[in-house]
């Protein structure tokens, strides 16, 4: 069953074509990594599919709804959480109140419930909400600095504990945006775990990654996008025989030898 | 009782009595900031603004329809957010300085309208009769201050001050976790000037005078400067801000035509060296818990792992 659907997504900055006529079917359950030299428009497709820009032309559908068009805000609550390429953490916050943001869908209290702190029902609720995050943080393994600042973590876990937070969403799809940009092979492999780990939960994993190693270990499936155009698709095993996929990441010439 | 309540503040050194009044109105007033920019981050500078139309809403109130006090707070509050909610809702969309400038230029606006406003006397000001309750407006003024108090420190810690943080923190960020962020701006900007309204409304009704004048650009500047003194989004050292300013032209009343001099400089070196504010970035509960000797829950928890 396909969870997250685009149908000839374009958008165009000016005359700038960033992202051109890209058809994609993410299915439930598996982890689907996109990759792509520099600039090829895998960070621009994951604000499309997250609300942050609108395409200009096609559809997003995600568990059969259309969400081109919508705000960031009711993509996140409809069960699509995401990371940042360049971390967008609560730095002056502790740990544990970033990934309480991230429950911020799963509570109901608003501003009564604030100024009714001690009614029985808030606390029941902020008890979840609790519960949730602790959980989430035990999934990153970042439980033991719950009460740092999350702008004093080294980047690593800053990395795992962005994940935490958009995984205290509780999404039906998680958008991994290089997750293990500037991590060291140990950080990697526990990564790799951790995002498998994640995808056993039952929730999919959609992920942008330059590590090679990395992608071919994990995912389900690879879509390769170049300048905009998806060139192609398919298991591990056939991206990394596919001459265009080498073309791109190479050159010429180096398809032509292989 | 309000006689008992009478005598009580009698006891009390007026002049002191009405420095802590002014204090107690003060803690209000910055507290409604704190909420707008310590809490949410949106930099306004049209506070005092809010102050005038909730000065000028609870005194016509109390000379229209001599509502009992409390109510009249109540419905002055109310109003003001209104007024807050209309004006913030296309205004919250710029952030930064764009907004700073939109508040500035509101708070013109306000003060000009109520220069030129026949049902309030114009530029000759408003005089306030006194405020139709039994217990004496000190006592009035302290009950408030501490509503602000526990109010502020409720909001700050519930899921709707976490999304406010939030929004300070990364707007995007914010967004991405699923938070309204217009929404949420809209509403700390009425919460915040809710407060600032009914500070007004206490302000009035103890000078029992007031003119659109008072409520000008200093004002606002004046209550912005409690906040970022105290420390931005931190509620003791809001309290701690506004004691200290409200008080302080007071205090240095010794030093005659020097005190504004002392004044001013006792801000420079706070902010050169105390740029978070006095408790900015400090946990004011581990403070207390380390105080009387006991570990931050935040310790507690790191050792038990």
Redesign the interface.
């Known amino acids: 069953m396909s969870i997250l659907k685009l149908e000839d997504v374009t958008i165009r900055f000016g005359g700038l074509v960033a992202v051109d006529k890209v058809n994609l079917t993410v299915e439930k359950g598996t982890i689907v990594a996109l990759i792509g030299p520099n600039g090829a428009g895998k960070s621009t497709l994951f604000n499309l599919i ?1 609300g ?1 820009y609108t395409p200009t032309e096609g559809t997003i559908s995600f568990m059969d709804e259309t969400i081109a068009g919508k ?3 009711h993509i ?2 409809a069960g699509i959480g ?1 990371t ?1 390429q360049n971390i ?7 740990v544990l ?1 970033n990934v ?3 429950a ?2 799963r ?1 109901k ?3 009564t ?3 009714l ?1 001690f009614m029985p029902w ?1 606390r029941r ?2 008890g979840e ?1 609790y519960d949730l995050a602790i959980d989430c943080l035990k999934q990153v393994g970042l ?2 600095k ?3 600042l999350a702008g004093n973590l080294p980047y690593g876990e800053q990395r795992r504990l962005e994940i935490a ?1 958009a995984l205290a ?1 509780k999404p039906e799809i998680i958008l991994l945006d290089e997750p293990a940009a500037g991590m060291n092979p140990q950080e990697k492999h526990t990564l790799l775990e951790m995002v498998q780990a994640i995808s056993r939960t039952g929730v999919t994993v959609f992920l942008v990654e330059h590590d090679m190693k990395f992608v071919m270990g994990i995912s389900d499936r690879i879509a390769v996008l170049d300048y905009g155009v998806k060139i192609a698709e398919g298991t591990p095993e056939q991206i990394r025989a596919n001459p265009k996929v080498i073309e791109a990441y190479l050159g010429k010439g180096a398809a032509s030898d292989a | 009782m309000g006689t008992y309540l009478q005598s009580l503040v009698a006891m009390v050194d007026p002049y002191l009595m009405q420095i802590l009044v002014n204090v107690g109105i003060a803690i209000v007033l910055a507290l409604g900031l704190n909420v707008i920019v310590g809490l949410t981050g949106q930099l306004s500078l049209g506070h005092a603004a809010f102050m005038s139309i909730g000065a000028f809403a609870s005194a016509m109130i109390t000379i229209k329809t001599g509502l009992p006090f409390s109510l009249n707070l109540v419905l002055t509050g109310v109003v003001t957010a209104l007024v807050a909610a209309i004006i913030g809702f296309p205004i919250l969309r710029l952030t930064g300085d764009y907004l700073a400038i939109c508040t500035l230029g509101f708070a013109e606006i306000v003060k000009v309208f109520f220069l030129n406003f026949e049902p309030t006397n114009k530029a000759l000001g408003l005089t306030v009769p006194a405020a139709k309750t039994m217990i004496p407006m000190p006592i009035y003024v302290l009950l408030v201050a501490i509503i602000a108090i526990v109010l502020v420190t409720f909001v700050q810690s519930s899921r709707f001050g976490r999304a406010l943080k939030a929004i300070r923190e990364d707007e995007i960020a914010a967004e991405a976790m699923g938070i309204n962020t217009t929404r949420y701006k809209i509403q700390a900007f009425a919460l915040g000037s809710f407060m600032a309204g009914v500070g007004g409304g206490l302000y009035a009704h103890f000078l029992s005078y007031i003119n659109p004048s008072d409520f000008g650009f200093l004002k606002s500047v004046d209550i912005l400067s409690m906040v970022v003194l105290g420390g931005l989004g931190s509620v003791p050292g809001t309290v701690i801000g506004s004691s200290v300013l409200a008080s302080a032209p007071e205090f240095l009343r010794f030093m005659s035509q020097y005190r504004m001099l002392v004044y001013g400089a006792l801000l420079v070196f706070l902010m050169v060296f105390r740029p978070n504010g006095l408790l900015g970035g400090v946990n004011f509960m581990d403070l207390c818990l380390r105080a009387i000797g006991k570990k931050p829950a935040g310790v507690a928890l790191k050792q038990k792992k």
């Open positions: 997250t942050i705000t960031p805000y996140a609550a995401r940042f967008r953490l609560f730095t002056q916050l502790t109140e309480l943001i991230g911020h869908t509570g209290c608003d501003l419930g604030a100024i702190k808030v609720e902020e909400l439980t033991y719950a009460y740092e937070r969403i």
